[in-house]
């Protein structure tokens, strides 16, 4: 399966300079936060796969204008083709507002699928806005990652996990994509596309 994982920032080439082919051979979009319910929308328009999504702390306006034609996978794990998603949105909470949670908060959501993944046997990318605790996260408290998330990934070892939050234009010494253990690390900054087998 081929994904198009997007990001924080909406692409001039696939929104204001719409180029068609961008998307020839994509079987998933993965939308990981922080971006315009339009741009999800016009997307959806175009394509004939599902486009998945997550809240960034910058989404708001989803409350209000949800995106159209998208599937919201926000704590829940949805499996398209063999190839199952685990949705945990949001960063840290720094201020009021939606979508920011506390380690303590993010820890219950995560526990609270637990059951889901073992019935489900695992799950194959881990799809979240903000990164975990210690992987490609920043130091101030907005950007910094979940420890939740490498619970996850300790324990069901999936093959991705994708997220975005920390915008990679930002710092030059960023990484778009690392490792940990068996798992792949991508940062969705903006656009990147990922190719994920079926199951295990």
């Not at 949105?89 to 889901?116: D, E, V």
């Not at 019935?119 to 996260?137: I, M, Q, S």
Request: include cysteine; glycine fraction near 10%.
């Amino acid at each position: 399966m081929k994904i198009l994982a997007i990001s924080d920032k909406e692409s001039k080439i696939l929104w204001d300079y719409f180029d068609k082919s961008q998307l020839e051979g994509i079987d998933v979009i993965l939308s990981c936060g922080d971006l315009a319910p339009e741009y999800l929308s016009f997307l959806a328009t175009f394509f004939k796969g599902p486009v998945l999504y997550v809240h960034g702390n910058h989404d708001a306006s989803y409350e209000e204008k949800p995106p159209e034609g998208c599937i919201c996978i926000e704590d829940r794990l949805y499996e398209y083709q063999g190839v199952r998603f685990l949705g945990l949105g949001g960063s840290m909470r720094y201020k009021p507002g939606p979508h920011q949670y506390t380690q303590a908060q993010m820890t219950r959501r995560a526990a609270r699928l637990w059951f889901s993944i073992r019935r489900a046997k695992g799950f194959d990318v881990l799809v979240t806005h903000a990164p975990a605790k210690g992987l490609g996260d920043g130091t101030s408290l907005t950007h910094t990652g979940f420890t939740a998330f490498r619970g996850l990934l300790e324990r069901w070892k999936p093959a991705y996990m994708v997220h975005g939050h920390v915008h990679l234009n930002y710092n030059p010494l960023a990484k778009r994509v690392r490792r940990f253990g068996e798992t792949v690390i991508v940062n969705a900054y903006e656009k990147t596309v990922i190719e994920v087998g079926e199951g295990k």
